[in-house]
């Protein structure tokens, strides 16, 4: 009886509990790819050849350096023995840049480098070589930067050869000495540095000088501060005879306003004391008259950081007094100013009324130093635009920080209108647009502004509308006179309409009450008869209601002076152009404010039941879950309509469920799997629903802005998934190689899996077991691929897709997207040219929503069916806001003869070919089926029609 017991109790506690292995953690993916290197130098070569031989053969080995350990370090030995031997400079310095591209690239070893190196320095003769060995020690200290023993180490030797007499081994000795010089250790140190620098910025070498002062500047980058013992040694350095030196001065006096601006410093051979910041400024004006155009150029963009200037010393720079006879001569704008503020001019009917009022002692003239006076004058009035251009700069900053400074600089910036160079004008409209807030336009200045409305350049007319509705006007007068200028200006340049309805909206909003008096002139409203009602088609009309009602938002008293007709023409304008009309607070208004807040509260709501309702219907059976993804497509279109806040995230959630509902169709059909066996009709139906599938998941990809990368993990794991099925069926119905088609989808796979790892994302059920079958596989071939992914596309479904609906957050889902306004389609008139040569058609487009433009694309179908892309030139797209631009171009039209005028159809696309490769769905030889270019592309707006008419070329009688 023990004995069966204890062998109970063995068998009991005995027992093997198996323990399941763990998951092994995934594996990065990763693609071999045949290295493609230049082919390798032979070296030995330089143990026989002569001077001019080894030259061209280090010339090309600098432009196939090894990239192996093995290959580097015998390269490196080569090198350091033949620059050893090697008589001639020209060799050496060849041999040492080699060397230096090598450190540079850190393939080699910087303490093994340094130690090789030293002893050469130090034997060495050449003052060419020795440069740019130094050159070298300043790229190893700069890959070495942890390693501040080796910097310490550079820098004590370089400081040896700081008494050279070649200026280019003293100017990479100071290099040195200012990268490598610490500025975080006791103040002796930095104050023996700043005595060397000091020393050497009166050199004989004017190069050398340059270097010093640089050296001094770069120290103070590098968070050293200068003494203010160097200020003497930079003024002295702004007159010296190097326009470098000048330049360098310039800005080391910059740095010294900023680190000791309240300082008080005696002015030369007096007792009057001044800040220091201002004296600086006033030196720098002085450079703004200097002989050189790049010192003037400097000093003119350096006046704008010197915002800690004293006012009084500012407004010196538009001071510029003109001397006659010893009166003093008044510019044509302070005479004008004067007449108009007096309400008067000379008559003649009086003996002296027009005389000088200002008479001037000769005792009382004294001949100075100009300093601050008239800087800004003179820089405006420069021979060279670049000068003109860094003054108008400058003066902008300037006018910014000081309200006053800006007042009376609005003349100037309006003389700046008239210049002969197109960028300046321009600049100088963004300049006054930029301190519109501190100033009021008079009516004398209007004429001058809107005279620049006739420009030929719609950059310049478009930048004048953009300054007009952000500045402030004076009179009613004014307000008239703009805007009959305004009108003229859509008479003469029709293309400039939206442009100039945007500046009426401004100008309405901003004037309200200036607008109210001008009210019945504008409308044409009579107290007496009934006005014939205007035609809502004509662009001036238009204008006029943009600029009357924007007013009228802030200016109750102007509804009551509508007629019936107006407020219909209200209605009509809210639906056609609501970006360009204010909300108005009408007696027969249908919805408020707070309605509509409540409609998109609701909308929002809406949006994420559907989702939740696709989430729900996973149980269900196949049949009534595509039911239910049909519905939830239609629902969210008509959602995506109506609401325009959340038509992109609208948008985006129904792409991707038609996209889920494709594939749910052609996984049900077993025969996807073999189709050989299937018909010719079903053949074709399951061609375009591949098709179909890759360009939907081609343009949820691309073409909307703004998703959270969780978001964008299910669009990229939706894309790789119809990848996949591509290529399965593409192997099973077809014998042509898809090898080329296979390594794409890898490299799409692989570039999936580093960005859900770089943002710790878990993969849906199908990625992460298409990520472990894949490491299974010793060699990726398209057939051993295709195997292993057709079972997961039937075992697992496609996950439902999910947005962050917290807050306001769908509204930064953005769609890319564009509104052609010109050519409108409704021209009846063709354009005719002669067949085979071209015809320009004008563009005019809206593009929003576009992170890079350089991917638009025009298209353009001709009545054949021929596609053609055209590129638009960088220089067309005008930057508006954020992601938003205007296109406005000409496209050129060629065709054969047509025997009537027809249609063309013309679009914007985004074009992406060159960063995804499309063409991939092509396999070598006969492609199982086609593509189309319009599958590589994503339309971002509706066709519109040009109307052309090919004609044949006349012969010669």
Not at 442 to 465: C, K, N, P, W, Y
Not at 499 to 526: D, F, M, Q, R
Request: glycine content about 4%.
């Amino acid at each position: 009886m023990a004995a069966l017991l204890k062998k109970r109790a063995l068998a009991e506690y005995s027992e093997v509990i198996e323990e399941l292995p763990k998951p092994k953690p995934l594996k990065k993916l990763c693609l071999s790819k045949k290295p493609s290197y230049p082919g390798t130098v032979d070296l030995e070569l330089l143990k026989t050849c002569n001077s001019s031989e080894s030259l061209q053969l280090l010339i090309e080995l600098s432009d196939s350096l090894p990239s192996e350990l093995e290959d580097v370090m015998s390269v490196y030995r080569v090198l350091m023995e033949h620059l050893h031997k090697e008589r001639e400079s020209a060799v050496r310095v060849k041999i040492v840049s080699i060397l230096r591209q090598l450190v540079d690239k850190k393939l080699i070893e910087s303490n093994c480098f340094l130690d090789d190196i030293v002893p050469i320095i130090k034997s060495e003769t050449s003052h060419k070589v020795l440069a740019h060995l130094i050159e070298t020690f300043h790229v190893l200290g700069k890959v070495g930067h942890n390693e501040l023993r080796m910097q310490q180490k550079i820098l004590h030797i370089t400081k040896q050869y700081l008494t050279d007499k070649t200026h280019s081994v003293v100017s990479a000795c100071l290099k040195v000495i200012s990268d490598f010089t610490p500025v975080d250790i006791h103040s002796e140190t930095n104050s023996l540095t700043l005595k060397i620098l000091g020393e050497y910025s009166h050199n004989q070498d004017p190069r050398i000088r340059t270097s010093a002062l640089q050296a001094l500047v770069h120290l103070h980058n590098r968070g050293l501060k200068l003494d203010l013992s160097l200020y003497d040694e930079a003024c002295k350095a702004l007159n010296d005879d190097y326009e470098g030196v000048r330049m360098v001065a310039l800005k080391l006096v910059k740095i010294l306003s900023f680190s000791y601006a309240d300082h008080m410093i005696t002015l030369d051979g007096g007792t009057e004391k001044i800040r220091l910041c201002d004296d600086i400024f006033g030196k720098i004006c002085e450079a703004i008259n200097d002989l050189s155009k790049y010192v003037r150029v400097l000093a003119a963009s350096l006046l704008g950081e010197m915002k800690h200037v004293s006012l009084h010393f500012l407004e010196q720079t538009l001071d510029k007094k003109l001397m006659s006879n010893l009166r003093k001569k008044r510019s044509a704008h302070e005479r004008q100013k004067e007449n108009y503020e007096s309400g008067e001019w000379s008559t003649g009917q009086r003996w002296a009324d027009d005389a000088p009022r200002e008479e001037l002692n000769i005792e009382s003239v004294n001949l100075m130093s100009s300093g601050a006076c008239g800087a800004f004058v003179h820089g405006l009035e420069d021979e060279f635009y670049e000068v003109r251009s860094a003054s108008l700069d400058s003066l902008c900053q300037l006018a910014v920080c000081f309200p006053s400074f800006a007042a009376q600089s609005l003349d100037f910036l309006v003389d700046m209108f008239n210049d002969e160079i197109e960028d300046v004008r321009l600049k100088a409209i963004k300049c006054l647009g930029c301190i519109s807030h501190h100033i009021v336009l008079r009516e004398d200045q209007l004429e001058t502004i809107l005279g620049v409305l006739e420009d030929f350049s719609m950059d310049i007319r478009e930048a004048l509308h953009t300054m007009l509705g952000s500045c402030p006007l004076s009179t009613k007068f004014g307000l008239k006179l703009c805007i009959d200028n305004l009108l003229e200006n859509l008479k003469r340049y029709p293309q400039d309409k939206l442009s100039i309805w945007k500046c009426l909206k401004h100008v309405g909003a901003n004037h309200p009450y200036l607008t109210l008096p001008l009210v019945p002139e504008l409308l044409g409203i009579h107290p007496y008869f009934d006005s014939p009602e205007p035609c809502i088609d004509d662009p001036a009309y238009i204008s006029i209601l943009i600029l009357v009602f924007n007013a009228a938002a802030s200016c109750p008293t102007m509804i009551p002076l509508f007629e019936e007709h107006t407020l219909r023409h209200y209605s009509y304008l809210c639906d056609t152009f609501p970006a360009f009309v204010s909300k108005l607070n009408l007696p027969n208004q249908s919805c408020t404010p707070s309605q509509v807040t409540s409609s998109t509260q609701h909308s929002r709501g809406f949006l994420q039941q559907v989702l939740d309702q696709i989430d729900n219907a996973e149980c269900r059976s196949s049949s009534a879950k595509q039911g239910l993804l049909q519905i939830a497509i239609r629902d969210l279109e008509k959602l995506s309509t109506v609401e325009p806040s959340l038509s992109a995230a609208a948008s985006c959630a129904s792409l991707y469920i038609q996209c889920q509902l494709l594939l749910a169709k052609l996984l049900s059909n077993k025969n996807w799997m073999n189709p050989s066996v299937l018909s010719p009709l079903q053949n074709s139906a399951l061609k375009s629903g591949l098709e179909q599938l890759l360009q939907l998941t081609y343009y949820l990809s691309h073409q909307f802005l703004g998703l959270y990368p969780e978001e964008i993990a299910y669009i990229r794991q939706l894309r790789v998934r119809a990848l996949a099925l591509q290529l399965v069926i593409v192997i099973r119905g077809s014998n042509v190689s898809a090898l080329a088609l296979c390594e794409s989808f890898l490299e799409q796979v692989e570039a999936l899996q580093s960005d859900l790892q770089e943002h710790n994302i878990n993969p849906d059920s199908f990625t992460l077991a298409m990520f472990r079958e894949l490491e299974t596989l010793e060699e990726p071939k398209p057939g051993s691929v295709a195997r292993l992914l057709q079972p997961l596309l039937q075992a697992y479904p496609c996950p439902s897709f999910h947005l962050n609906t917290s807050g306001n957050s769908l509204e930064r889902i953005k769609k890319s997207k564009a509104v052609i306004h010109e050519p409108t389609g409704e021209s009846d008139n063709p354009v005719k040219f002669t067949a085979g040569l071209v015809a320009g058609l004008t563009l005019d487009a809206q593009i929003e929503n576009v992170n890079d433009v350089k991917n638009v694309r025009v298209k353009v179908k001709y009545p054949d069916q021929q596609v053609q892309l055209i590129l638009p030139k960088l220089s067309e797209f005008k930057l508006q806001d954020n992601q938003n631009y205007r296109l406005y171009t000409v496209i050129l039209l060629s065709h054969n003869v047509w025997s009537e005028a027809c249609h063309v159809e013309i679009s914007l696309v985004l074009d992406f070919s060159d960063t995804e490769n499309i063409a991939s769905m092509k396999s070598s030889g006969k492609p199982w089926f086609g593509s189309k270019m319009e599958d590589q592309t994503i339309p971002l707006c509706k066709p519109v029609l040009g109307y052309i008419a090919p004609k044949p070329a006349k012969k010669g009688i």
